[in-house]
């Protein structure tokens, strides 16, 4: 079975610090897509990566950087110099192929709240 | 251009009476998801269609909920005699085709509460 654990439910920080959240996930499968996803408090869930199990480059976009330890399960996520605007609800996901191809199985989210 | 968007936006019913929840996907998106957002169970995948068939219903948590699509477009989620337990925000999601390698694109959601 499928499983993506996030261990933190709530993080909270001040404007421009680092912080990461941690993201575990459980598959049999050897081909699979990770993903993360940011639910602002407007509630709309924004694509912010996916990645995909051959590929274990880190990747940085802007303040924002992943990285990817197959060794571990695991897809951790960090904002640098965190600003208000990044207060949201994270979500990390993993999808495979075969059974219902492509759906998103979620963790439960870390609620980060950045504060002035 | 547009985006995923989702109708009503929030729904107050009657413990026992049925709803009708609306989404519209983005334009030539073939793969559309239907999930469920409540506080204890956390997002719940339900029931995906490719073009107008959904292949696995297993998601769906009741005999109570069922979903069409039609025109390759619009998806319909209908859930008979509300329960309590049925109150959640409900998202609807589509994407170019099916499978993990493509990204989903969300709806803001519709927030159904059973009274």
């Known amino acids: 079975a499928q499983k993506v654990t996030q261990a933190q439910t709530e993080i909270s920080v001040v404007e421009k610090e680092d912080v990461t959240l941690d993201c575990v996930y459980e598959t049999r499968d050897t081909t699979y897509y990770l993903f993360w996803y940011k639910q602002p408090p407007s509630g709309e869930l924004v694509f912010l990566i996916r990645r995909n199990s051959f590929d274990e480059q880190n990747e940085i976009s802007g303040r924002y950087s992943w990285n990817f330890q197959k060794s571990t399960s695991s897809f951790n996520f960090t904002i640098t110099a965190s600003q208000v605007v990044d207060s949201a609800v994270y979500f990390c996901?993993?999808?495979?192929?075969?059974?219902?191809?492509?759906?998103?199985?979620f963790g439960k989210g870390t609620k980060l709240s950045v504060k002035p | 251009g547009a985006g995923v968007s989702q109708s009503p936006s929030n729904k107050v019913t009657e413990k026992g009476k049925d709803v009708e929840l609306r989404c519209d996907p983005i334009s030539g998106h073939t793969a559309l998801y239907w999930y469920r957002q409540s506080l204890g169970q956390g997002l719940e995948f339900l029931i995906y269609f490719q073009g107008n068939s959904a292949p696995d219903k297993s998601g769906l948590p009741s005999d109570r909920f069922s979903a069409e699509r039609t025109g390759g477009s619009v998806s319909t989620l209908t859930i008979q005699r509300t329960q309590q337990e049925d109150s959640a925000v409900y998202l609807c999601a589509s994407s170019p085709e099916q499978g993990p390698t493509y990204e989903q694109y969300f709806g803001p959601g519709t927030r159904l509460t059973v009274t």
């Open positions: 996901a993993l999808s495979i192929f075969g059974g219902s191809q492509g759906n998103l199985i």
